[in-house]
């Protein structure tokens, strides 16, 4: 009786071992997790998550096709690109325009300035999306990291 408590109590030991390690997995699994916004003055005040943006990794992260791919539809001061669309306004000068926190929200989700504009919303709540393909379920087009990196890119272009 007793060696088989001393054993219920082991394997409770083990299995409250491999609890934990789960839980702290799946917390770490979560680092982009979405980190909700809100509009104030037509813009989204403050860093995302408190998250510092860094311009370098931001414009690699606008021109590359497969984040912000956002070439395919700005004229942008970026000379090693050939290709630059023209749906969209230039954004050469465009902190001049608009401040870090403007530039925030039209980067997040232009659509609350714009309900039927081309642009994509790069960072809407995934849970307020439709008819998104399965690999995309549950997730925002660039991180929070990536919105604050571009974000800070933005700001440079004056
Ligand atoms: C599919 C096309 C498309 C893509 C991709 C796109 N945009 Fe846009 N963007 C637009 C359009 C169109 C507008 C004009 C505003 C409107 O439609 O309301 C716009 C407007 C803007 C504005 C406001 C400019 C102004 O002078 O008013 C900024 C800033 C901007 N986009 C940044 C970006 C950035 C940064 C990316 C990439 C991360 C990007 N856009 C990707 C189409 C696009």
Known sequence: MRISNISTLM???LLS??????TADSSAGNRDAFVAWTVTDLAVQGPLAGLEGDPRRGRSV????????CL?????????QEFHGTIGPPLAGVASRYT??????LLVDIK???????????????????R??????GKT??????????????????
């Open 17 to 22: 071992l491999i609890v934990g390690q789960v």
């Open 62 to 69: 606008a021109i590359s096709p497969a984040k912000g791919n």
């Open 141 to 158: 087009v660039l991180t929070a990291q990536e919105i604050e990196d571009v974000v800070a890119y933005l700001t440079t272009l004056k």
């Open 100 to 105: 870090e926190a403007q530039l925030r929200l």
């Open 11 to 13: 394997a409770l030991a």
């Open 112 to 130: 609350q300035l714009n309900p039927t504009t081309l642009m994509p919303s790069f960072y809407k709540n995934p849970a307020e999306l439709q």
């Open 72 to 80: 395919a539809c700005h004229v942008m001061p970026v000379a090693e």
């Open 132 to 137: 998104v393909a399965k690999r995309y379920q």
